[in-house]
């Protein structure tokens, strides 16, 4: 089979790993941007007959921009990371025209079989996502650690002019230069967002973002023939220098934002196709060799089309009911630590780091002789030089980049300074972390993130919080949180070490200098239906008669036990208490067979009731028949104050737990 008969464009083959060759020849460029082109059409053909459901975001008008960067990654390392508009990226790196038809279709002949649609791909070292922005700081993950690796692979990352109002953007494009990583930033700039000219959006000039944090900057229009020069001088500079460059195209869009919604005039949509650069280029080609291309990639992208319907329609098997699927932890035996719930943490990462080479600690201030906010890094930076990387001050950059080292292979564990500044990395959990499982079953992103929580420390409203209850609705991440009646050593070692998911370490600042004594406290039997139970064990502390047990997790557990104390010596009641550090996902069969032997639960917790992990335990308890009592303590949904007499009086004391013990009997 000649080179190129595969896409019925002269001179275009593949890498034995996939990847299309395109030559710089008029007849391959302008052929394989017709195929991009095409497949366009056909989509938007394909919603006008009611073939497609959801979005599609064509790059009509764009195909030589998507081409030129992508085309120029020449080395098996080299990664993409694209948006919402990302076909031309994807079919110019994987030459899947079939696979992409079908899976906008949502056929199980699609790339992802459908569960990611147009917009969110993944297919080897390509991954592409919606949310506006979300990919830079997973590039310069990805990024880090190629450049650790040696690799000589470089990370592109292609954002439009619109997203240039996301503050994500800069922190990403700081934490690159300040780590000086092979990652480009490809900014498209078409002069449009959804409807509204971006002129109208956005301050100063576009180049000037990247000259502004010491980036390697290259300004290019794809209706210029140096295009092609630019983007290989572009991407060969961030090779060679292992250094991140920004380089602007200046593009039109033909097509709508995204279907239908486009409000510009025909006069000017007419004036844009005159300088259509796909056009001009194909004058290249005499009108014989320019038929002869385009019919045969006419029949190309009709056998693609074909082919691409002939699949079913994606279907489950099963439905899935969980995003954590992952067989339970193989768990080795806990770390040597130091007797403080701080002196453990710091030796388990120390073990981490010294044992686990691809453990990085990222965090501000992380390194010597400061140590972190709370001292739990201390001499880790000297210790091992290069792996503890003390960082800006950009928590959403640093989930992201968590990310993108998760992808690459390595264990990243951030420390956020606050867990109230956990809502900074929410859209990066939310809207990236816990979807690349869920979406792409072949990928796992196993990132710790952790984070001194909760109050009484006169820390005031925004440093004070027990945020726990927002992070435990996102269906795909863990939370853990653990109390000094935990080996808060071997939680952490777990989720490092043999734990696949996403996952959220919260640590109750009281905590740190408490001495771990597990004492009478027992690890309760796992369920094998819950994911998670053996790695993060729920501990229990029974006596022979209890009349009722308290659950409760985290630093609230030293109120809890203030309050045991109080109404096993002042009122001769016996409590049991139950004390689960994995919040997420709840161990939720082993927890409700274990309260159910019981006539009064109460459940104690340090964050906002409404809503939280007790509202759900108790309505486990309540779907499973339980007709026992059931109370809950927990602090109102007022903001914490910092005096300490305020604090106080608003966070859950051992006289409420008391005060709900005995309003069960």
């Given amino acids: 089979m000649p080179a190129g008969s595969e896409f019925g464009v002269p001179g275009i083959a593949r890498r034995a790993d996939g990847r299309v060759l395109i030559p710089r020849t008029p007849e391959a460029l302008w052929g394989f941007a017709t195929l991009i082109r095409g497949t366009e059409h056909m989509l938007l053909d394909l919603f006008s007959k009611g073939r497609l459901s959801g979005t599609t975001h064509t790059c009509i008008g764009q195909e030589l921009c998507q081409m030129a960067v992508v085309r120029a990654l020449d080395h098996p390392a080299d ?39 147009s917009q969110h791909i993944a297919w080897r070292n390509f991954h592409s996502n919606g949310v506006q922005g979300g990919m830079t700081a997973i590039g310069a993950g990805l990024a880090w650690a190629r450049m650790d690796a040696g690799s000589g692979g470089i990370v592109a990352v292609a954002i439009g002019d619109g997203t240039l109002g996301e503050g994500l953007v800069y922190e990403a494009m700081n934490l690159a230069a300040v780590w000086s990583v092979p990652l480009l930033f490809v900014v498209e700039n078409n002069g449009i967002a959804q409807t509204t000219a971006t002129a109208a959006t956005l301050a100063g000039g576009i ?169 739990v890094t ?57 979807k690349f499982a869920g979406i792409f079953p072949e990928l796992s992103v196993p990132m710790v993130i952790r984070a001194p929580a909760g109050g009484r420390r006169g820390y005031g409203p925004t440093h004070s919080q027990s945020p726990e209850n927002l992070f435990t609705t996102m269906p795909g991440l863990t939370v853990v949180y653990g109390s000094h009646r935990h080996d808060v050593g071997a939680l952490l070692w777990n989720a490092v070490r043999h734990w696949p998911y996403p996952t959220v370490f919260l640590e109750h600042k009281l905590l740190y200098g408490v001495v771990q004594e597990p004492a009478d406290y027992l690890p309760l039997a796992a369920h094998d239906a819950d994911p998670g139970g053996a790695a993060f064990p729920t501990m229990v502390r029974r006596s022979a008669a209890a009349d009722a047990v308290i659950l409760t997790y985290g630093g609230m557990l030293l109120t809890v036990e203030e309050a045991v104390r109080i109404l096993e010596r002042d009122e001769e009641i016996a409590v049991d208490v139950l004390v689960p550090a994995q919040l997420a996902p709840l161990p939720r069969h082993a927890l409700i067979a274990a309260l159910r032997r019981y006539d009064r639960v109460v459940i104690a917790e340090e964050a906002h009731g409404f809503g939280g992990v007790g509202a759900e335990i108790a309505a486990l308890l309540a779907e499973s028949g339980y007709r026992g009592q059931v109370r809950r303590v927990a602090t109102p949904p007022v903001p914490i104050p910092a005096a300490r007499t305020l604090e106080a009086a608003v966070l859950p004391n051992a006289a409420a737990v008391v005060h709900a013990v005995l309003s069960t009997i």
Avoid at 88 to 105: D, K, R, Y
Avoid at 397 to 426: K, Q
């Fill in 378 to 434: 201390s001499g880790l930076s000297t210790r091992h030089p290069g792996r503890v990387l003390s960082t800006p001050i950009s928590e959403a950059a640093l989930a992201g980049a968590a990310i993108g080292l998760a992808l690459a292979g390595r264990r990243p564990i951030v420390e956020v300074m606050f867990a109230d500044f956990l809502t900074l990395c929410a859209d990066q959990l939310y809207n990236h972390a816990i």
């Fill in 79 to 117: 990664a993409v990371l694209s948006n919402h508009r990302n076909h031309g990226h994807f079919l110019t790196f994987s030459g899947e025209f079939s696979g992409l038809l079908a899976e906008v279709m949502g056929r199980e002949a699609g790339v992802c079989g459908g569960r990611g649609g």
């Fill in 207 to 375: 180049a000037d973002r990247g000259r502004a944090f010491g980036l390697a900057t290259w300004s290019v229009s794809d209706s210029d023939d140096s295009i092609w020069d630019v983007a290989e001088t572009a991407v060969r500079h961030v090779r060679e220098q292992q250094s991140p460059g920004f380089l602007v195209i200046e593009t039109n869009r033909l097509g709508p934002h995204s279907k239908g919604d486009d409000p510009r005039s025909a006069a000017e949509l007419a004036c844009l196709s005159a300088r259509d650069p796909l056009a001009r280029l194909g004058l290249a080609l005499t009108p014989e060799r320019r038929a002869a291309i385009g019919e045969a990639t006419t029949a190309f992208l009709d056998n693609a089309l074909t082919a691409a319907m002939a699949s079913p329609e994606a279907c489950f098997a099963v439905p899935p009911r969980s995003m954590f699927t992952a067989a339970a932890p193989d768990i080795s035996a806990p770390p040597d630590h130091g007797p403080t719930v701080r002196a453990a943490l710091n030796a388990t990462l120390d073990r981490l780091l010294t044992e686990d080479d691809r453990t990085i600690l990222l965090g501000e201030d992380l390194h010597d002789p400061h140590g972190g906010a709370f001292k």
